[in-house]
């Protein structure tokens, strides 16, 4: 079966930075668009950023424009999400998703990350 798994949150101090990973397994990752969203306490999931299945397009959230780069390496099933100049606002669960038809939509479990001001 398809898994997504997520590692690189934590607790970082306003200003630092946290390279996120999901590593992709049960599917082929090369053909799918890959993305980030994240959800933070009371709120609803929101979009932070994707990138095609070839690495050639990404696409960012405005709140995150210039401060998060993802990227993705199709030879290790894995995308990340670099984030620098970490903000309290960006304190959220962060999910990778696989896209590639509303039949074949996966999600990771989460990974947590906290910033401190």
């Known amino acids: 079966q398809v898994q997504l798994v997520e590692s690189g949150g934590g607790l970082v101090q306003a200003g630092g930075s946290l390279r996120l990973s999901c590593a992709a397994s049960?599917?082929?990752?090369?053909?799918?668009?890959m993305g980030w969203f994240r959800q933070a306490p009371g709120k609803e999931r929101e979009f932070v950023a994707a990138?095609?299945?070839?690495?050639?397009?990404?696409l960012y959230a405005v709140p995150v424009k210039g401060r998060f780069t993802i990227s993705r390496d199709n030879a290790k099933n894995t995308v990340y999400l670099q984030i620098n100049n970490l903000k309290p606002e960006d304190t959220a669960v962060y999910y990778c998703?696989?896209?590639?038809?509303?039949?074949?939509?996966?999600w990771g479990q989460g990974t947590q990350v906290t910033v401190s001001s």
């Open positions: 998703n696989a896209f590639r038809t509303s039949l074949r939509n996966y």
């Open positions: 049960g599917l082929t990752f090369s053909t799918y668009t």
């Open positions: 990138i095609s299945w070839s690495g050639g397009s990404t």
